[in-house]
C-alpha cells in the first residue's frame, strides 16, 4: 500500500513539474528573443555602415582623371616629328620599339657612293590603274592604293603597301640632294619589304607630272581623314623611262626603323613643276630625316 502511494505520488510531481517547465521555458524564449533581434538589428546597422565606409574608401582609389591624363603623357611620348625635342635625334627615347633608330647598324637614309656596277637584274613592275585614298597623317601625305599592284625582283614577288612623300630627299646620290622623294613601299607574303626611291626634282613649270598632280588635287581638308578619289592613279605615270637602280639593304626612315629594308633607288629623277613642288612645301616644309652610317654595307648599281 506505501509503495502504491509513493508511485502515485512520484507521478504526480512529475506531472506538476511537466506542467511547470513550459512556462519557465516560455519565459526564457521570451526573455530570449528581444536581446537576439536587437543582436541581430545591431550586426545589420554595423554591416551596412561597414559596406558604406568601404564604397566611401574605394571611391577616392579609383584615379580616373589621373589614368586619362597619363595615357595622354604616354601619348606625347610616343609622338615623334622632325625638329626639337621629337626630332630624329631623340626618337629611339621617345619609345622602347625605336631603340633602332639610335643603335642600329643598317639605317637609312645613306648618301650612295661608290656603288658597285654590275649587272642588275630589271625591277619587273605591275602596276595598273587603281582606286586609291589620301591620307595627311601628320608625317606626310600617304597615298594608299587598292590591291593588286606590285613588283618582283630576284624572284620575290611585292605587293605595294602604300607610298608617301619627303621634302627634301632622304638619300642623297654622291652628296647631291634633291627636291623630294617618293619612297613606294611594297611587302611580300613573308612580311618582308622593299622600298623604290623615286628621286624628284624641278623640271619645266609648263609640264605638271600627271600623278602627282592627281594626288595634289585629293589632298584631304583634314589631318587623319583618308579622302577616296573618285578617280584612279596608275604608278607606271611616276616610274622614269629609264630604270636603273641602286639597291642596299637599310631600314624604315621613320620610327620603329626596322631594319631588313630592300632598297632600290631609281637613278634617273622625275621632274615636278615649282607649283606642284610648293604645294608639298605647304604641308611639309622639311621631313626627311638626316643621312645614317653607311656602316661598310655593299652598295650595288645597275651598269
Not at 46 to 52: I, M, Q
Not at 255 to 269: A, D, H, I, K, T
Amino acid at each position: 500500500m506505501k509503495k502504491s502511494l509513493s508511485v502515485a505520488a512520484a507521478c504526480l510531481l512529475a506531472l506538476a513539474a511537466q506542467a511547470q517547465e513550459p512556462k519557465e521555458a516560455k519565459e526564457a524564449k521570451e526573455v530570449k528573443e528581444p536581446v537576439e533581434a536587437l543582436r541581430q538589428r545591431l550586426a545589420e546597422r554595423l554591416s551596412t555602415r561597414g559596406e558604406g565606409a568601404a564604397t566611401a574608401t574605394a571611391k577616392p582609389a579609383r584615379p580616373a582623371k589621373p589614368a586619362k591624363a597619363e595615357a595622354a603623357k604616354a601619348a606625347k611620348a610616343a609622338h615623334w616629328g622632325y625638329a626639337g625635342d621629337i626630332g630624329p635625334d631623340r626618337w629611339a627615347e621617345l619609345a622602347p620599339e625605336n631603340k633602332l633608330c639610335a643603335v642600329g647598324l643598317r639605317q637609312s637614309p645613306i648618301d650612295l657612293r661608290e656603288g658597285l656596277a654590275v649587272d642588275l637584274e630589271p625591277i619587273v613592275f605591275d602596276y595598273r590603274a587603281s582606286n586609291f585614298s589620301v591620307l595627311d597623317d601628320g608625317h606626310t601625305v600617304q597615298v594608299n592604293v587598292a590591291p593588286g599592284n606590285g613588283l618582283t625582283v630576284m624572284g620575290r614577288r611585292y605587293e605595294l603597301e602604300e607610298f608617301h612623300f619627303h621634302r627634301p630627299s632622304e638619300e642623297r646620290v654622291n652628296g647631291r640632294q634633291f627636291d623630294m622623294v617618293a619612297h613606294l613601299t611594297h611587302k611580300d607574303a613573308q612580311g618582308r619589304l622593299a622600298v623604290v626611291a623615286v628621286l624628284l626634282e624641278r623640271g619645266p613649270d609648263n609640264k605638271p607630272q600627271p600623278l602627282v598632280q592627281t594626288v595634289w588635287a585629293n589632298l584631304p581638308l583634314e589631318k587623319g581623314e583618308a579622302l577616296q578619289a573618285q578617280v584612279q592613279i596608275d604608278l607606271n605615270q611616276l616610274l622614269p623611262a629609264e630604270r636603273g637602280y641602286y639597291t642596299y639593304m637599310g631600314s624604315l626612315t621613320t620610327p620603329p626603323c626596322s631594319e631588313g629594308v630592300l632598297w632600290m633607288v631609281l637613278r634617273q629623277p622625275v621632274p615636278l613643276t615649282a607649283q606642284q613642288l610648293g604645294v608639298f612645301a605647304r604641308l611639309y616644309p622639311m621631313n626627311a630625316r638626316p643621312l645614317q652610317a653607311g656602316s661598310g654595307r655593299l652598295i650595288k648599281e645597275s651598269q
